[in-house]
């Protein structure tokens, strides 16, 4: 098995200085994602030194390999959500414009029933809330996780991401998630937002997979 190790990304100083979400919490919260950075290169070296014998024991009740498996969608999860998590903070808030505007009104009725689908899905929550684009239903929705990899929803891929884990807000709110939701949608940067809708919605839908190769894009 080939390893392909990961470096942790760096995001905008802007994170550093957010109104409602200290940087003591960005400070302490970015431990955790280099963490899970760490981890998913361990893991990855760990499978690939997997012997013959290993393999040959492979069962769903326990095993090495079912181990390493469920841990790296773990590491991964971990890896991806605050990717897209850091990625989207220190902006100013407000509303998106533009075609994810559009698409959130078509599908929510406004940007304020959004706002409290989103927020409610956040309360609900153990771990994670997305805003995604079902590609195949061609629609936003929001979904939740309880950890960094439960509950996959098929042909969903995220455009926002809201840690709902305790280290996102504790330091700041104490158990008052839903201040922290509000200081989450304060701190948005909707521009990188609206990329990340466009880039998902643009892209090349064929079976080949590779835009600059199909005909049909």
Same mark, same amino acid.
């Given at each position: 098995?080939?390893?392909?190790?990961?470096?942790?990304?760096?995001? $905008?100083?802007?994170?550093?200085?957010?109104?409602?979400?200290?940087?003591?919490?960005?400070?302490?919260?970015?431990?955790?994602?280099?963490?899970?950075?760490?981890?998913?290169?361990?893991?990855?070296?760990?499978?690939?030194?997997?012997?013959?014998?290993?393999?040959?024991?492979?069962?769903?009740?326990?095993?090495?390999?079912? #181990?390493?498996?469920?841990?790296?969608?773990?590491?991964?999860?971990?890896?991806?959500?605050? #990717?897209?998590?850091?990625?989207?903070?220190?902006?100013?808030?407000?509303?998106? $414009?533009?075609?994810?505007?559009?698409?959130?009104?078509?599908?929510?009725? $406004?940007?304020?029933?959004?706002?409290?689908?989103?927020?409610?899905?956040?309360?609900?929550?153990?771990?994670?809330?997305?805003?995604?684009?079902? #590609?195949?239903?061609?629609?936003?929705?929001?979904?939740?996780?309880?950890?960094?990899?439960?509950?996959?929803?098929?042909?969903?891929?995220?455009?926002?991401?809201?840690?709902?884990?305790?280290?996102?807000?504790?330091?700041?709110?104490?158990?008052?998630?839903?201040?922290?939701?509000?200081?989450?949608?304060?701190?948005?940067?909707?521009?990188?937002?609206?990329?990340?809708?466009?880039?998902?919605?643009?892209?090349?839908?064929?079976?080949?997979?590779?835009?600059?190769?199909?005909?049909?894009?």
């Amino acid at each position: 098995m080939k390893v392909n190790k990961i470096s942790p990304k760096t995001f $905008s100083s802007k994170i550093f200085q957010m109104k409602g979400i200290s940087k003591k919490t960005v400070e302490e919260h970015l431990k955790l994602y280099q963490g899970y950075v760490n981890k998913y290169n361990e893991i990855q070296e760990k499978l690939a030194a997997l012997t013959d014998d290993d393999y040959s024991k492979a069962n769903q009740v326990y095993s090495m390999i079912r #181990e390493l498996k469920t841990e790296l969608s773990f590491a991964w999860g971990g890896v991806v959500n605050h #990717e897209i998590y850091f990625g989207h903070l220190g902006g100013k808030g407000g509303k998106p $414009s533009s075609n994810l505007l559009k698409q959130i009104e078509k599908d929510f009725g $406004s940007f304020e029933n959004y706002k409290k689908d989103l927020k409610a899905t956040g309360m609900a929550a153990r771990g994670w809330v997305w805003t995604a684009w079902n #590609e195949k239903e061609e629609k936003l929705f929001n979904y939740l996780g309880d950890a960094q990899n439960t509950f996959p929803v098929w042909y969903a891929k995220p455009i926002l991401a809201l840690d709902t884990y305790e280290h996102a807000y504790f330091i700041d709110y104490g158990v008052n998630r839903a201040s922290y939701i509000d200081a989450f949608f304060e701190n948005l940067d909707w521009e990188v937002i609206e990329k990340n809708f466009d880039k998902i919605t643009s892209s090349c839908q064929c079976p080949c997979q590779d835009e600059e190769e199909c005909e049909e894009c």
